[in-house]
């Protein structure tokens, strides 16, 4: 419902009345003045030219339909007129997009955590990526304590879909399990190594050179 109202615009003129048939019909009422304002946002958008968060509206509400194996419409009360069609299902079919599930990890912030139901939605950031999850309730309370306090990499299973441009993109990942990551400066692990007592790093004249030796063997001189 939230995408919907983006969608139209004009927030303090549309009202939304009842739900209908099982939720499978949504009502609502546009006052007078605001009606040729939602109208003609709705037709930049079935041009393409819409405004932006108009266009995100619409791909989000296309992207629930799809993954629901749905599509929707919106139609004019007592006539019946189609005023815009929301293809979901139908435009992935009609375009050849693709998605394939595969397990892997993620690595990122916790930024969200909540929700009724079994799955809980969690949110993971990674610079400029944001990852939608979710997890079983046991793993989210648990993540839950890792809200904004570093990075953490979860494991579990992600449908990635392909868009138009042919590149791939994550829609959805089950977390199973995770773990805290150490996001402390190596430097500084380094210098914790150093002060251990009984250990070959405690005598290290060059730690640094030690590592480099365990990552990349021995030199050779020729």
């Avoid at 030690?210 to 030199?219: F, M």
């Amino acid at each position: 419902m939230t995408d919907l109202a983006t969608f139209l615009g004009e927030n303090g003129s549309v009202h939304f009345v009842r739900l209908e048939e099982g939720s499978t019909k949504l009502a609502y009422v546009i006052e007078d003045e605001a009606v040729p304002k939602v109208d003609e946002r709705i037709d930049r958008v079935r041009t393409g030219d819409g405004p932006t968060d108009a266009l995100k509206a619409f791909g989000a509400i296309n992207r629930r339909l799809a993954e629901d194996n749905g599509v929707a419409e919106i139609t004019e009360l007592g006539r019946g007129a189609q005023i815009i069609q929301f293809p979901g299902k139908a435009a992935i079919e009609e375009k050849g997009y693709s998605h394939v599930t595969q397990e892997g990890s993620l690595d990122g912030e916790v930024i969200m955590v909540g929700g009724p139901k079994d799955l809980v939605p969690v949110h993971l950031q990674a610079g400029a990526n944001r990852y939608n999850c979710v997890a079983a309730r046991p793993t989210a309370k648990a993540l839950a304590e890792y809200l904004f306090t570093g990075q953490v990499r979860v494991f579990g299973t992600g449908k990635w879909i392909r868009g138009e441009t042919g590149t791939w993109s994550l829609d959805r990942f089950q977390i199973r399990r995770f773990e805290p990551l150490d996001d402390r400066p190596l430097s500084q692990v380094l210098e914790e190594l150093r002060a251990m007592p009984d250990t070959e790093w405690h005598t290290s004249e060059d730690i640094w050179a030690e590592l480099d030796i365990l990552r990349n063997g021995p030199s050779e001189l020729h």
